[in-house]
């Protein structure tokens, strides 16, 4: 059953340009983040966002940037999106204990 | 957090049970041992996490060695929808960013038809 839910799944684009992605979740959670992942499926953290309180991966470049309208909702926008931008972002939110995440978006750059 | 090795891939055959190593010398006395598995085109998934004791639930079995430098995921009766790519992480139970998962590689696991 799909509670973080992620668009668009899929995107193209130039380098250059600027993309926007969609994360909301329904589980009622209050921390919700982005990662990025590669290739190999290796994960890195990007962002946390905690009762309005937002946390940055100081490696995270800054084109990249969360927009946060509620805690069910954390968007990730990125400004002139660069080849090495090129991977799966994914949303998740958590309780205690678990992490749920979203489908991913795959963005490719060209 | 404390890193984590696994093998790259396990072999295993449908309806047989799947031991998946993990060793994690490292680990502090307050890390936790989480496993999650991923499908492609699909986000990670939840599969069960433990401190000390040997934890079950409806996914799989977690054996923790008493030193707590290594664990085993065991997958009883592995079908083909357990096909996914297995991550053993360490994680200190915290909340925010510090909570933040942080993924290697993993142990893909294919179960072929017997």
């Known amino acids: 059953e799909t509670a973080v839910f992620q668009t668009p799944n899929y995107h193209v684009t130039q380098v250059g340009n600027e993309v926007s992605f969609n994360c909301k979740q329904t589980?009622?959670?209050?921390?919700m983040y982005w990662y990025k992942q590669d290739s190999k499926k290796l994960l890195k953290i990007m962002f946390s966002y905690n009762n309005k309180q937002l946390i940055v991966n100081e490696t995270v470049p800054r084109r990249f940037s969360p927009q946060s309208s509620d805690k069910a909702h954390l968007n990730l926008r990125i400004k002139s999106v660069e080849p090495e931008d090129s991977a799966v972002y994914l949303c998740?939110?958590?309780?205690?204990?678990?992490?749920?995440f979203g489908p991913g978006t795959r963005l490719t750059v060209l | 957090d404390a890193k984590t090795t696994q093998p790259d891939s396990m072999e295993s055959t449908e309806g047989e049970t799947v031991h998946l190593p993990c060793s994690h010398a490292?680990?502090?006395?307050?890390?936790?041992i989480y496993w999650y598995r991923q499908v492609p085109l699909q986000g990670p998934e939840y599969v069960t996490h433990g401190l000390q004791q040997n934890t079950t639930n409806s996914m799989a079995f977690l054996a923790i060695a008493s030193d707590r430098k290594s664990s085993t995921l065991i997958l009883p009766h592995v079908s083909l929808r357990d096909a996914a790519v297995y991550h053993c992480?360490?994680?200190?139970?915290?909340?925010?960013?510090?909570?933040?998962?942080?993924f290697g590689s993993g142990t893909k696991v294919i179960p072929c038809l017997p």
């Open positions: 589980l009622g959670h209050d921390t």
């Open positions: 998740a939110s958590r309780d205690r204990y678990e992490q749920y």
């Open positions: 490292t680990i502090s006395g307050n890390e936790y």
């Open positions: 992480i360490l994680r200190v139970d915290q909340t925010g960013f510090a909570s933040a998962l942080t």
